[in-house]
């Protein structure tokens, strides 16, 4: 039977967080295209916000605000959309639809799997809006068709990641970190990155290292520590494709952050502040370098997509 559809239809909102990866260890490319990871993935404080109604059954349509709105297709290619669909295709295809709006926050291909986080945010909101019965192992498992990173955006905090970065183990992390991100202008295809990867390491390890570092810093919730465990395998590839990354970094490690990583596949740089001071000093010091698009400081770890009202 059609859902009824109400003029006065109800808005759910979802709010989304974005990623970095503390760690992130690379393996050699597999037959899937896909490129085995270990990884240590920790929300931070950068939101994006997906709301949904009811549309007509089969109708999913999607607007997207806020910053580089214009970089997001609008169209069947929004993951949102992809996500969307996903779930009404799996619980009755000619029963629902959706009218989605995005607020982003989160860099367009910066790294920080704001793409992720827009899926995540649609998955839970549809769910919701639709009054489906799924749970949230359900969720991750629809969540890792559509990207490798749309699990952990779905569970937020601190996770290892294994496989594609969708097998998810939660971490022990004590206390809050302060992050001072340095956004770029200018997007990073992640495929580009990985290909890139590809080329500079033709003889990857058969076996990757669990980022041990990273993790006993987390437990101990020791900042510095946690800046020098740093690592990232994209980040020498990132950095061939935008070599003006090297400047970003370096300034950064100058101005005193505990330490400096490329997040995720790039654009986006990242530096570890010893506290909520440090990262204020810094933030208004890289500013003033003028050397990126914007400057936003972040705290994580945070939550992953949340309900906001239903
Ligand atoms: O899973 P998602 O669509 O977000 O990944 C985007 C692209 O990044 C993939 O098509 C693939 O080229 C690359 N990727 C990879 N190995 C991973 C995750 C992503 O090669 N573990």
């Known amino acids: 039977m059609a859902t009824p559809l109400a003029p006065e239809a109800e808005w759910v909102r979802v709010r989304a967080s974005g990623k970095i990866n503390l ?87 910066g790294g920080m799997a704001g793409g992720s986080a827009d899926a995540a945010g649609a998955l839970l909101a549809c769910s919701v809006l639709w009054d489906l019965d799924t749970t949230p192992d359900e969720l991750r498992a ?44 200018d997007e990073l295809p992640t495929p580009e990155v990985f290909r890139r990867f590809d080329q500079l390491n033709p003889e990857p ?40 990354l090297v400047r970003t970094l370096q300034t950064g490690r100058e101005l005193g952050a505990l330490g400096a990583i490329v997040s995720g596949a790039g654009p986006t740089c990242a530096f570890l502040a010893a506290n909520e001071a440090a990262a204020v000093d810094l933030s208004v010091q890289l500013s003033s370098e003028g050397i990126c698009r914007v400057v936003r400081r972040v705290t994580g770890p945070v939550p992953g997509a949340r309900l906001i009202t239903a």
């Open 23 to 109: 760690a992130l260890r690379v393996g050699g490319v597999r037959p899937s295209g896909y490129h085995p990871l270990a990884t240590v993935f920790q929300s931070v404080s950068l939101f994006d916000e997906i709301a949904v109604r009811l549309d007509e059954p089969g109708r999913f349509t999607v607007r997207v605000h806020g910053e580089q709105a214009d970089l997001v297709p609008s169209d069947d290619r929004n993951l949102a959309v992809k996500a969307a669909r996903l779930l009404a295709d799996h619980y009755g295809p000619s029963r629902y639809g959706a009218e989605i709006v995005i607020r982003k926050t989160i860099p367009v291909a």
């Open 142 to 185: 629809f969540g890792a068709t559509l990207g490798a990173d749309v699990p952990f955006q779905l569970m937020g905090g601190t996770a290892l990641g294994t496989g594609r970065g969708d097998v998810l183990v939660p971490v022990l992390s004590r206390g809050s970190y302060h992050w001072v991100l340095a956004l770029s202008g």
């Open 205 to 244: 390890p058969a076996d990757l290292p669990l980022p041990t570092e990273v993790m006993n810093a987390l437990v101990a919730g020791d900042a510095a520590a946690l800046g020098a465990a740093l690592v990232n395998d994209l980040e020498p590839a990132a950095v061939a494709l935008r070599p003006g």
